[in-house]
């Protein structure tokens, strides 16, 4: 392998490193030197250093929000892991039906992840949105559904579209 005479393509990638320095890098110094002071106002700071972090730490609510994420995380990934297999093993193998479910299957992801919490805002909603109406006209619930009143229910409705808006993923995988 014979060395290049000039290395001067490497000043290609300089605009690149600027770009990815302050749209990354920058920030990222900006928020743990935020995370070391206390702030009261412009100009108004006063360092403490790791004194939050060890307070955070002792903090019981860390561990129960830590625990709640890791029971949801395993919940999305327990239903849409065989969910995604399922619809991967029962889409059809040629014809013009591969296409027409594969772009079918894709649409959740299309949606850009801030209109999604917004789509089932109005879906479960009790007064007008369809699932929010239909459940509660089934009377199977002893508490109307609310997702706005019941943590348990928001909780459900978060597990839901999470699984409806990854599950594509994972049978396209």
Same mark, same amino acid.
């Given at each position: 392998?014979?060395?290049?005479?000039?290395?001067?393509?490497?000043?290609?990638?300089?605009?690149v490193f600027i770009i990815v320095a302050f749209s990354s890098i920058l920030p990222i110094m900006t928020v743990v030197n935020y995370s070391l002071q206390d702030i009261w106002g412009p100009g108004q700071s006063v360092f403490v250093g790791t004194e939050w972090y060890e307070e955070m730490m002792a903090n019981e609510r860390l561990y129960d929000a830590l625990w709640r994420q890791f029971l949801f995380s395993g919940l999305v990934l327990l239903i849409e892991m065989p969910l995604?297999?399922?619809?991967?093993l029962a889409m059809p193998k040629?014809?013009?039906?591969?296409?027409?479910?594969?772009? &079918? %299957?894709?649409?959740p992801l299309l949606i850009p992840?801030? &209109? %999604?919490?917004?789509?089932?805002i109005i879906f479960t909603r009790p007064d007008i949105g369809l699932f929010g109406v239909g459940i509660n006209s089934l009377d199977l619930l002893t508490v109307p559904f609310d997702h706005t009143a019941k943590p348990i229910y928001a909780w459900i409705?978060?597990?839901a579209m999470e699984v409806w808006h990854w599950t594509p993923l994972v049978a396209l995988l």
């Open positions: 392998m014979e060395k290049w005479e000039n290395n001067k393509a490497w000043f290609l990638v300089l605009p995604g297999i399922l619809l991967a040629r014809g013009w039906g591969v296409s027409l479910c594969l772009v &079918t %299957i894709s649409l992840w801030n &209109t %999604i919490g917004t789509i089932w409705t978060l597990l």
